[in-house]
């Protein structure tokens, strides 16, 4: 069988948090933590939005990227609109589903 996900652990540092920017999605900590753990992808992410969905582009040698959706977890949504609300928030660790393809290189 074809495994069609890889799981990525996105740790959320205090450095992330204390460089961030509420209410701007390319300057958010969970931002820079994907950015991080997808090792800093040129193609990259795209900001994080209270939506709750990030997507991941990549260059996989055709005329445009190929785009990615990746839904965040419930946690990362929370932390997400506490921190933009300018609420108190902690370092924390999330997993997201990244489709193999996607992952390739990362």
Known sequence: MVKLVEKRLIN????????G????????P???????????????VSGVYRGGKVTLARDE??????KYNIKLPCEARSFIKRFDEGKSVKPFRF???????????L
């Open 12 to 19: 959320v540092t205090r450095d992330f948090i204390r460089i």
């Open 21 to 28: 920017n509420p209410e701007e999605p390319c300057e958010c």
């Open 30 to 44: 969970v931002y820079y933590a994907l950015k991080s753990a997808l090792n800093n992808a040129s193609q990259g």
């Open 61 to 66: 040698g055709g005329r445009e990227c190929k």
């Open 95 to 105: 997993e997201i589903d990244v489709p193999t393809c996607a992952a390739a290189g």
